[in-house]
């Protein structure tokens, strides 16, 4: 589940208002052929040894001379040469597997924690969004983890109260009543909100489902591209072991799924029932889109107001990189 508060929807559509500028802008190696030897050219073949001789590369070699020329040194007997022990034993395909499961798992949460310490204005999380494209997928394990920390962040809270508050003062959900009761138990359900969706959408079905549940930022190319790309990630996401783009259920799932466990601690109205959970399924899949947009341009709104570059140099880095494309395309032609 992305972004789904309402005030998402507003920061998004300022921040594509400010960002009205335009955006900034494989060789192939040669590899040198020799030409083939005829078979009739090649030099006669060594007949095949039937035993293998082993040498004693620390023993000085003993040749003898004779008319002032060196002989070939002669080999030393097998058996004082036999150490096996000192031999690289080759590893076995499971022990080099699970070193290498364990590198990337490694990998993977180094950049959790880089992705932890992500926040909007140094107060909003962004901890389920990568700046790299081609960041290491996460293991079960670590999806849920890092969906339990946002569910946990003090922000998160806080946000349910002021939903809460927002809430009281239209008198939404009037079945809450008014006063402190009616606050906590609005601020208890926009949590649980957060947390369903969170939790569902980014932990268990994208554990399940083999999904990448993060938001993979562009941060380079045409504004217009970058847009269409920020609302399409609500529908698609990558597949943990191919890495390619597919329906994001995780996502629209988890959407749906949780607006059905809001009906056990939402007040009933009429205004409820299978079609009902559907359509608000939609509606928070579609704000998700507006979220993904935040997500997409707030580096771009910081590096221009506040000279702060969230990626660390990754934009520019993406830019180099589409400028080098383009320049060696052009020369290709």
């Known amino acids: 589940m992305r972004l789904r508060f309402s005030w998402v929807t507003a920061v998004s559509t300022m921040l594509l208002a400010l960002l009205v500028s335009p955006s900034p802008a494989r060789g192939q190696d040669l590899v040198a052929r020799g030409?083939?030897?005829r078979a009739d050219e090649l030099p006669d073949a060594p007949r095949p040894l039937v035993a293998i001789v082993a040498f004693n590369f620390a023993?000085?070699?003993v040749g003898?001379?004779?008319d002032g020329n060196a002989q070939k040194p002669t080999a030393v007997p097998p058996k004082q040469t036999q150490q096996s022990s000192s031999l690289p034993v080759a590893s076995s395909p499971s022990t080099g597997q699970d070193a290498s499961e364990q590198g990337r798992q490694k990998k993977a949460q180094q950049q959790i924690k880089a992705q932890e310490k992500q926040r909007v204005l140094g107060i909003l999380p962004e901890f389920n969004t990568s700046y790299r494209s081609d960041a290491v997928s996460l293991?079960?394990?670590?999806?849920m983890s890092?969906?339990?920390?946002?569910a946990?962040?003090?922000?998160t809270f806080a946000t349910a109260m002021v939903l809460a508050g927002y809430g009281e003062a239209q008198d939404s959900d009037s079945g809450f009543g008014w006063g402190a009761k009616g606050f906590g138990e609005r601020a208890g359900a926009k949590y649980l909100d957060a947390f369903d969706g969170g939790m569902i959408g980014n932990g268990f079905l994208p554990a399940l489902l083999h999904q990448d549940p993060r938001y993979f930022r562009l941060g380079h190319g045409p504004m217009r591209h970058r847009v269409l790309y920020a609302m399409a990630t609500s529908v698609i996401c990558k597949h943990d072991n191919t890495g390619k783009w597919e329906p994001n259920y995780s996502n629209v799932l988890g959407n749906i799924a949780s607006g059905a466990l809001s009906t056990l601690y939402y007040p009933p109205t009429s205004d409820s029932g299978f079609s009902v959970t559907i359509a608000n399924g939609m509606t928070v899949t579609a704000e998700g889109a507006m979220g993904s947009m935040f997500q997409e341009f707030w580096p771009d709104l910081s590096r221009k107001f506040l000279h702060k570059d969230p990626t660390n140099g990754l934009d520019a880095q993406a830019r180099d990189a589409d400028r080098a494309a383009k320049k060696a395309k052009h020369h290709l032609r």
């Open 139 to 143: 293991t079960a394990k670590q999806k």
């Open 35 to 37: 030409d083939r030897m």
């Open 146 to 150: 890092v969906a339990f920390r946002s």
């Open 152 to 155: 946990i962040d003090p922000i």
């Open 59 to 61: 023993a000085p070699m």
């Open 64 to 66: 003898d001379v004779q």
